[in-house]
């Protein structure tokens, strides 16, 4: 398996991509609200694919938030890693 580089959110955002209609939206990356807790091959656990967003109410979810494809709010988001997809998937 190859290494995945984490990113904190503090250290850099994730890129944007023109959506098509002239808009720049955030590239749908691994992100993890949980960098210490990992799996059995010692990869974090807690970890989803979506398009990160600063948070409208940062005191209450932390400054990022995204939302999976169900459209549960994952919050205080801490690390991402681009994956290289863009806003098309």
């Known amino acids: 398996m ?24 955030k590239r749908r990356v691994l992100v993890t609200n949980n960098m210490p807790s ?5 990869c974090p656990s807690h970890v989803w694919l ?14 990022w938030v995204g939302f999976d494809d169900s459209d549960r709010l994952i919050h205080g988001l801490t690390h991402w890693a681009d994956v290289g997809l863009g806003p098309e998937v």
């Open 2 to 25: 190859s290494q995945i580089n984490w990113i904190s959110f503090e250290d850099q955002q994730p890129p944007a991509d023109d959506n098509g209609r002239g808009d720049q939206v």
């Open 50 to 63: 979506l398009r990160p967003q600063r948070a409208s109410n940062p005191e209450r979810t932390g400054a």
């Open 38 to 42: 990992r799996d059995a091959c010692k």
